[in-house]
């Protein structure tokens, strides 16, 4: 359904805009403010005021705000100035897929890890209502996660990792794929004595 601009203020006011910066918001709603934020520059700007207070809370160090919380503030403020020049949207990951079907965003110079960084950092390299894709520097692994809303897929670029689910341990190398199924617990543990560098994909269910 296409939003009109009387729809974007209402959206601003109903506080989905707060729920959506938080990650609580339903994945149904959480693409349709994706959309929302595509076409109106008003509702871009809400979310990028919103995760800005959030990231100020999250750098105090009395607020709490787990070491995660704050990389995916920092990867959804960086896609708001990263929509309009990309080369256009990323395909989804697939079993056939491999790093030439991302070059276009890969081989771009501003697609580089900091020589130092905290654990994950994020740059994301598309936005869509179907799928948030970033390129994701590990250099020990990233915390236990469980997606009750999206598929988490992964492409290994560069580096190795484990994928450690309850039942079972999934050892990844350049090149390899492997998707996250739902409701699962799971960790990424880095292998390799560089960082691993991934294209990780979250494609709603």
């Known amino acids: 359904m296409e939003t009109t601009p009387n729809e974007a203020q209402e959206l601003i006011l109903s506080g989905k805009l707060e ?3 938080l990650g609580t918001l339903p994945a149904d709603e959480r693409f ?3 959309r929302a934020s595509n ?3 008003e509702v871009r700007e809400e979310i990028t005021r919103l995760e800005e207070a959030l990231e100020r809370s999250a750098q105090s160090p009395a607020s709490g705000a787990p ?3 704050k990389a995916n503030i920092l990867d959804r403020l960086k896609g708001d100035s990263w929509h309009q020049d990309t080369p256009g949207d990323p395909p989804i990951l697939h079993a056939g897929s491999s790093r030439s079907d991302y070059a276009d965003w ?3 110079p501003e697609i580089a890890a900091p020589p130092v960084f905290e654990d994950p950092f994020y ?3 598309g936005q869509t209502a179907q799928a948030i894709t970033l390129v994701v520097w ?3 692994g990233a ?3 469980t997606h009750t809303d999206c598929v988490e897929k992964f492409l290994v670029l560069e580096g190795s990792c484990e994928i450690h689910l309850p039942d079972a341990v999934h050892k990844l190398q350049p090149g390899d794929k492997y998707s996250i199924p739902l409701h699962i617990p799971h960790t990424v543990v880095v292998t390799s004595s560089v960082p691993c560098k991934l294209v990780v994909q979250r494609v709603a269910a």
Do not use: G
Request: aromatic fraction near 12%.
């Open 19 to 21: 729920a959506f910066v």
């Open 39 to 41: 076409a109106f520059v």
């Open 143 to 145: 915390p236990a996660e």
């Open 32 to 34: 349709a403010v994706l």
């Open 138 to 140: 590990l250099r020990n």
């Open 123 to 125: 740059i994301p390299i």
């Open 67 to 69: 070491i995660f919380l």
């Open 106 to 108: 890969l081989d771009l």
